[in-house]
Structures are given as C-alpha cells and as structure tokens.
C-alpha cells in the first residue's frame, strides 16, 4: 500500500535533544565583588566610588509633620537588599566596634565569603552618602473649595480626614506637588544597626515619639514603638525585614535644609 508521507519514525530513534540549560539570574557565573585576602573563601569588599546626590524618600504623615517642626533626625531603611551585591545574608560584625563587617551573598552561587569595612560600606548604601539630599515626598491634593494645594500630612485626625473624603479629594501621591517638596534632608552620617530594640530617643529622632513631650512617660514610649513598628510591617515586602525578626538596617542621620 502506497503513501504520499514518509513512514513516520519510532520515537526511540530520534535523536536525544539535550534540554537547554535554564540557570536563574542570581546563579550564573558569580561576580567577584572583592579582591581574595590570606584566608580561604573570603575576599574584601572594593569601595564604590560615589558622589552626594539627590534621591527622592517618602515618608509617613506623622513623620513628614516631625520633620517641618524640625523634629526628624532621623531615618531607618532595611539592608537586606543591595542592588550593586545582592541579598545580603549573614550579615555579622567582625568586632565589638563594629568596624569590620561579614556576609555571604544570599541568592548566588557565589560561596565566597566577604568582610568589608565600615567605611567602605557605606558607600554601598542605596539611600546615598554623606553629604547627598534626600527630598521627601507626600501626598497632596487640589482643594476645589479654596483653590489652593492641601497636604495630607496636615490633616491627621479622623475628622479631619474623614471631611476631606466626603469632599471627594484625590490624593495624589506620584506627582512633585507646586513649588516643589516642602522637606529635604542633607545625610550626616549614616551607620548599621539593628531595628530593635527603639527606646525613647531614638523614636523622638524618627519623629514618631513627639519632641514636645519633655519627660515620656513608659506608656508613651510603648505607644510609639507599636506604632512605628506598625508602619514599618505594612511598608516592607519581605517577612525577612519585618520587625519580629529585628533586622539590621540603615540609620541615615539627617538634617534639614532648605527646599
């Protein structure tokens, strides 16, 4: 019996095509960060050449309103992602005076182990160096009845907030407001530490404790911490920089200065 096909072939013939190796970013060939040192498997981390820049931060309400009283001093932002390393992992201080730091890079085959200056790392931080501005941004809104820019920031009772929702005012969050931000941070200094524990003053440095209380009282500062701690869960992605696993972070210590 003829046919116009060709016999069809056992598929025990064919030839064995070899899959395509499928390899994620994080674990191709890893890049050498540092330059090896005397013991195996570590190598020092290389310092990034940077100058002071602006970037832009956004800040929560009662922050924004410690900061025009000029009240914020500080601000804190996880370490755990850095995009010239990666995922830092393990991260250890080599000494008690934390001038020396280790770490592994989390989502790399690279095995190595690194140490790295304080110094040096600072220049890692995504926030900037000293001497770089931080300009804040806020939501703001058009109000219809006076014409004029609002800020939600002022507005941070129920009532308050609830009257300009029933007015229908759009915050707009994306958008530089007219005129410009109304806060910018100049960076000091900035060091790691861990996020827990927050006493009195640091909260005060962050704006969440309020400057105008001269003696707080354990209550207040209790308050202030479970507020913090709030806002800074709902702000982070990861589980791993939520406050219950006290992760290291950036403390960026800032002045304010003219817009």
Known sequence: M???HPPRRSSLSRPI???KECRHPGTTRPRRLGIATAEQGTRMLQPLQRQPAALAIRLHDVEIQAGLRNAKHEIRRPLRLLAEIGEIADLQPVDDDRDRWSFTRGSSTDRNRYQVSHEILQTYCPWGVPGGRLHVTEAWAHDAE???VIYRADN???TQRRDLHDRGVVWKLQQTP?????LVYQIVDLWIAKLEPMVALQLRNEGWLDERIKLPKPADVTRSRQAFANYWDRSM?????HWSR????????VRRVPA
């Open 2 to 4: 003829s046919s116009d």
């Open 146 to 148: 006076t014409g004029s």
């Open 246 to 253: 006290n992760p290291w972070v950036w403390v960026l210590s």
């Open 156 to 158: 941070l009772t129920t």
């Open 17 to 19: 095509k070899r899959k």
């Open 237 to 241: 992605m990861s589980e791993e920089s």
């Open 178 to 182: 007219p005129g410009g931000c109304r």
